[in-house]
T-cell receptor, first 115, second 114 residues
Framework: DAGVTQSPTHLIKTRGQQVTLRCSPK?????VSWYQQALGQGPQFIFQ???????QRGNFPDRFSGHQFPNYSSELNVNALLLGDSALYLCASSLVPSGSKNIQYFGAGTRLSVL | AQSVSQHNHHVILSEAASLELGCNYS??????LFWYVQYPGQHLQLLLKYFSGDPLVKGIKGFEAEFIKSKFSFNLRKPSVQWSDTAEYFCAVFTTSGTYKYIFGTGTRLKVLA
């Protein structure tokens, strides 16, 4: 049973560029959430996708966008990269987006460095 | 604004010492509570969870946590730590009314000396 997989593992970009990160959820899961974890901080919620739509969003600018595909996999896109976007980006999957017993399973993350 | 506070950023203990990591949250609605652990070089893993019922919950590897609703707290405990418990520990709250999302604390780095 495959867990949550993310690609690539590491990425180096320069300011102003655009980046796409990918995530495949755990088998059987239909909801994907994305988080940004800056050095020394806890994960910060970016947004959540369910049924190919963005359902919830955290306090992140529109430069951060996403997509979910029919097979439940997801992409995170960041445009006009800033130095402050350097972080570990985590993907988490779950069975349902809401409900009283939501448990998320996390991938290993993509380490993005913006130079 | 909703937030989760972890009071200890770095903790160093000797093996066999007892552990207690504090976690407080600010949210007036119904919540689910979690502790996640991140071992060096590994991804976030669920340690234990509280949804309802008995406020004392037991997780993997001998960890337990107590939910005290009046104090908005969910402290993590372990009677006797091992070197292999060296990791970063995150408290998280999942809000179940209105917006559904996880809010994480800033984490506590635990180092256990052999």
């Amino acid at each position: 049973d495959a867990g949550v997989t993310q690609s690539p593992t590491h990425l180096i970009k320069t300011r102003g560029q655009q980046v796409t990160l990918r995530c495949s959820p755990k088998s059987g899961h239909d909801t994907v959430s994305w988080y940004q974890q800056a050095l020394g901080q806890g994960p910060q919620f970016i947004f959540q996708y369910y049924e190919e739509e963005e359902r919830q969003r955290g306090n992140f600018p529109d430069r951060f966008s996403g997509h979910q595909f029919p097979n439940y996999s997801s992409e995170l896109n960041v445009n006009a990269l800033l130095l402050g976007d350097s972080a570990l980006y985590l993907c988490a999957s779950s069975l349902v987006p809401s409900g009283s017993k939501n448990i998320q399973y996390f991938g290993a993350g993509t380490r993005l460095s913006v130079l | 604004a909703q937030s989760v506070s972890q009071h200890n950023h770095h903790v160093i203990l000797s093996e066999a010492a007892s552990l207690e990591l504090g976690c407080n949250y600010s949210y007036g609605g119904t919540v689910n509570l979690f502790w996640y652990v991140q071992y060096p070089g590994q991804h976030l893993q669920l340690l234990l969870k509280y949804f309802s019922g008995d406020p004392l919950v037991k997780g993997i590897k001998g960890f337990e946590a107590e939910f005290i609703k009046s104090k908005f707290s969910f402290n993590l405990r372990k009677p006797s730590v091992q070197w292999s418990d060296t990791a970063e520990y995150f408290c998280a709250v999942f809000t179940t009314s209105g917006t559904y999302k996880y809010i994480f604390g800033t984490g506590t780095r635990l180092k256990v000396l052999a």
